[in-house]
């Protein structure tokens, strides 16, 4: 039930998004985060980049499901207040146009001329994908009939 299509301020168009499944977790939720926590917690310990600063830093999980359905898609942002942010992806159309997951390229309006590279990822079940929060994202649209599921999730820092 908590799934809404046009949520407003959010990016999903052609399909429905939840509300932040790591508010409340039920048992099933609880694990998937302590999962999604050690995976984001060795992603950061990586040699630091120039973007990121020195220290460990404390962070929380919030996380959401999308559902795509045939056409839908994510218009291109970025979670500039993350650290990290990441998407699982529980079920995937098997057919070509399974909605790719497009890194580095921002919307349109903010290219002078052309189009930047990017890079594109064919989502498979159980593909989990992170990246920096900044870097600007988005999907192609989903072409297949069967609903593209993924939970996505930022790693948004605390104090601690």
Request: no cysteine; proline share 11%; aromatic share 6%.
């Given at each position: 039930p908590g799934?809404?299509?046009?949520?407003?301020?959010?990016?999903?168009?052609?399909?429905?998004?939840s509300?932040?499944?790591?508010?409340?977790?039920?048992?099933?939720?609880?694990?998937?985060?302590?999962a999604?926590?050690?995976?984001?917690?060795?992603?950061?310990?990586?040699?630091?980049?120039?973007?990121?600063?020195?220290?460990?830093?404390?962070?929380?999980?919030?996380?959401?499901?999308?559902?795509?359905d045939?056409?839908?898609?994510q218009?291109?942002?970025?979670?500039?207040?993350?650290?990290a942010?990441?998407?699982?992806?529980?079920?995937?159309?098997?057919?070509?146009?399974?909605?790719?997951?497009?890194?580095?390229?921002?919307?349109?309006?903010?290219?002078?001329?052309g189009?930047l590279?990017?890079?594109a990822?064919?989502?498979?079940?159980?593909?989990?994908?992170?990246?920096?929060?900044?870097?600007?994202?988005?999907?192609?649209?989903?072409?297949?009939?069967?609903?593209?599921?993924?939970?996505?999730?930022?790693a948004?820092?605390?104090?601690g």
């Amino acid at each position: 039930p908590g799934l809404l299509a046009g949520r407003e301020g959010k990016t999903t168009r052609g399909g429905r998004q939840s509300g932040d499944l790591a508010r409340r977790p039920g048992p099933a939720v609880a694990a998937l985060l302590a999962a999604l926590d050690r995976a984001v917690a060795a992603y950061l310990a990586q040699p630091l980049p120039p973007w990121r600063p020195a220290g460990p830093p404390a962070w929380r999980l919030a996380l959401w499901a999308t559902l795509l359905d045939a056409g839908g898609h994510q218009e291109a942002h970025n979670h500039p207040s993350g650290l990290a942010s990441g998407v699982y992806y529980l079920a995937t159309p098997d057919a070509a146009g399974a909605g790719e997951l497009l890194l580095g390229r921002p919307p349109e309006r903010l290219l002078a001329q052309g189009r930047l590279p990017g890079l594109a990822l064919r989502p498979n079940e159980g593909d989990l994908v992170l990246f920096p929060s900044w870097l600007w994202h988005r999907t192609s649209p989903t072409a297949a009939a069967t609903t593209r599921i993924s939970l996505a999730f930022d790693a948004v820092p605390t104090r601690g």
